[in-house]
């Protein structure tokens, strides 16, 4: 699962990202912060994309976190 920042500028620095995903049939989602993107990764910095790989240890989480993604609408 990636997780963008909605709030990232300039846009160049990941408006590849979104189309990559796509083209791979990876979920992607936006948050509007940055700095709240980070803290949820346990950073003290601003964050502007996080990627989230399935793992034994919290695979039921990850699973209830991937069906949401999903039924998310695809950005415009």
């Known amino acids: 699962i990636t997780v963008l920042a909605g709030d990232t500028l300039p846009i160049d620095v990941y ?3 979104p189309i990559m ?7 992607y989602a936006y948050v509007p912060s ?3 993107l ?10 502007c994309v996080i990627m ?9 989480t990850y699973d209830e976190c991937l069906e949401e ?5 695809l950005p415009l």
């Open 15 to 17: 408006c590849h990202i």
């Open 21 to 27: 995903c796509e083209d791979r049939s990876l979920p």
């Open 34 to 36: 940055k700095s709240d």
């Open 38 to 47: 980070g803290a949820a990764a346990g950073s003290k910095r601003p964050t």
């Open 52 to 60: 989230i790989k399935p793992h034994e240890e919290y695979q039921e």
């Open 69 to 73: 993604v999903g039924a998310l609408p």
